[in-house]
């Protein structure tokens, strides 16, 4: 089961079969990506998951524009500074802004100067066309559960030639570079998702329909609302917005009263509600960063129900300006 599952994913993402390495999700992939490479100097975009930021305690951000681009201008004088035993890591799509990365122009960069490139793609598969060879990076995360598979299991891809030292001795399992006893209907389940991914792309032009309809109904009764990143290319799914002073948290509550559940950014981060160090990181204010909240749309979304959360949006809005005036 464990091997069938192997193949298939490799068949679906464009790596081989003996180069991935099953871990307990995205999380563990990335720590074994950065940790397992044993790299002088690592490199991380200023967007990226915490589960890159945190992994290390002597990473160096890598500056984004206002629309939480990496430049590939700004990277290529880095590696000039300093490409002596460096890796690279940069997301493929932000997890709370949906914003896509160049990074097959961004790994090309990373080669020349001769730093191995890393790339966490777990928010890419049935969003968008994903292949790992045509990406041409080095090693490359993905999560079951983000399309819709189990929670619990996910995996390091490695390119071929390129390896890592495992984090987790013990057992030799995975070829040796994650010890411990694999997680089976787990990884069962990885495989059987991965059957879903063409009917998951075939639908991203409806949801994307759904995403830009309901951004500009907010738009149209809340002028003064700031979406980030749309003005670059993003995935279908997601939407990040706020009104600058309209506290994000209050937001969410107010939502989760209608029966709505948004989040204020990373979804593994709700129910700690922080300004979001992505929208930080794109230059956006602390306030603003506080005030913004996501939104995700799935394959199941109805357009009724996006009406609906416009709606209740709008409402809720007016009523907590309603509320600071009073204060």
């Known amino acids: 089961m464990v091997e069938k599952a192997r193949g298939e994913i490799a068949g679906a993402f464009g790596v081989t079969h003996e180069n991935i390495i099953f871990t307990s999700g995205a999380t563990e992939a990335n720590t074994l990506a950065l940790a397992g490479t044993k790299r002088r100097r690592v490199l991380v975009s200023g967007v990226e998951h915490l589960s890159v930021l945190e992994v290390l305690g002597n990473v160096e951000k890598i500056a984004v524009d206002q629309t939480g681009l990496v430049s590939p201008e700004c990277l290529d004088t880095l590696l000039r500074y300093d490409a002596n035993s460096v890796l690279v890591s940069i997301m493929l799509a932000n997890n709370e802004t949906g914003v896509i990365q160049p990074i097959a122009e961004l790994a090309r960069i990373a080669h020349e100067h001769g730093a191995l490139f890393h790339c966490d793609a777990v928010q890419a598969p049935g969003r968008i066309p994903l292949n790992m060879s045509e990406l041409g990076v080095d090693m490359m995360t993905l999560s079951a559960h ?173 009523m907590i300006k309603r509320q600071m005036d009073a204060a």
């Open 146 to 318: 983000k399309i819709g598979g189990p929670k619990g299991i996910g995996a390091l891809f490695l390119a071929p030639g390129v390896e890592i030292t495992s984090i987790f001795n013990g057992g030799g399992q995975e070829r040796g570079r994650r010890g411990g006893t694999e997680n089976v209907p787990a990884i069962a389940g990885f495989g059987a998702a991965v059957m879903d991914i063409h009917e998951m792309l075939n639908n991203a032009g409806h949801i994307a329909r759904l995403r830009d309809g309901m951004e500009q109904a907010i738009l149209e009764q809340a002028p003064e609302v700031v979406i980030h990143g749309h003005k670059a290319p993003r995935l279908v799914n997601t939407s990040s917005f706020g009104v600058d002073g309209v506290s994000a948290e209050t937001q969410v509550i107010a939502l989760d009263l209608s029966g709505i559940a948004i989040s204020s950014g990373s979804a593994c981060s709700s129910g700690k509600v922080t300004p979001s160090h992505v929208l930080r990181a794109m230059g956006q204010s602390e306030t603003m960063s506080a005030s913004s909240v996501r939104v995700s749309i799935g394959v199941e979304t109805k357009e009724e129900e996006i009406e609906r959360f416009v709606d209740a949006w709008v409402s809720s809005l007016k």
